[in-house]
């Protein structure tokens, strides 16, 4: 069992919803992360937030927003999305940015743009 | 030539053989390697940190060389349940972000 969890499981939406992805970690981490994996590809990082402070934004289109509401939560609104923004969203976590500590991932948000 | 590269695959193999793949990167400066699993549909779960001594569990080896910028993963007597993606991944130091590499698909067939 994974010790991030990411709800919801599954997101079907229209491109003009606004719908929120949620990541939680209990282990005491300080660096979270947002992945985006299409079918077949590997996970292409999105987002660092390094002690609930944004450290990395890889170019993602605004339409995508991250929050970190505290140490253990991590969330990523979406607004306006597109069909090829449909994946799956990752979320990850780590003991210290400043480290070379693995990261831990959640099982992951399938989102569906309709 | 992109920074983390694998052999896609697909490994076809035997229950029991002995399987290794490699993984090159091209940023000379990283400093932390991993490798990954990721059954279908799921996410990617971690297998080994991968040192510069290299490091054994149980049925796996990792190794790094420096020199050549390549890791791999040594899988011996190999399980049906071993099939899956292995995903290499490195750390670049930079805010701890890792690039993965394309993995490599691993069959185990009885």
């Known amino acids: 069992d994974t010790e991030v969890t990411q709800t919801p499981k599954h997101l079907v939406m229209g491109m003009t919803n606004k719908k929120s992805l949620k990541c939680e970690q209990h282990m005491g981490h300080r660096a979270m992360y947002w992945y985006k994996q299409k079918a077949k590809k590997p996970p292409e990082l999105m987002f660092v937030y390094s002690y609930e402070k944004l450290s990395i934004n890889e170019s993602v289109p605004s339409r995508f927003s991250p929050e970190c509401p505290n140490s253990s939560l991590l969330n990523l609104h979406l607004h306006a999305l597109q069909p090829e923004d449909s994946a799956l969203y990752l979320c990850?976590?780590?003991?210290?940015?400043?480290?070379?500590?693995?990261?831990?991932f959640g099982d992951g948000t399938r989102l569906s743009i309709l | 030539r992109k920074e983390v590269e694998q052999d896609p695959g697909p490994f076809n193999v035997p229950e029991g053989a002995t399987v290794a793949f490699n993984c090159t990167y091209s940023?000379?400066?990283?400093?932390?390697f991993f490798w990954y699993r990721q059954d279908c549909r799921k996410e990617p779960k971690l297998l080994m940190s991968v040192y510069s001594s290299g490091n054994e569990d149980g049925r796996f080896t990792a190794q790094l060389n420096r020199a050549s910028q390549y890791i791999s993963l040594l899988i011996r007597d190999s399980k049906l349940s071993d099939s899956a993606t292995y995903l290499c991944a490195v750390n670049n130091n930079a805010g701890n972000m890792l690039t993965f590499g394309g993995g490599t698909r691993l069959m185990v067939k009885p």
């Open positions: 940023n000379s400066a990283s400093q932390s």
């Open positions: 990850a976590s780590s003991q210290d940015p400043a480290s070379n500590q693995p990261q831990h």
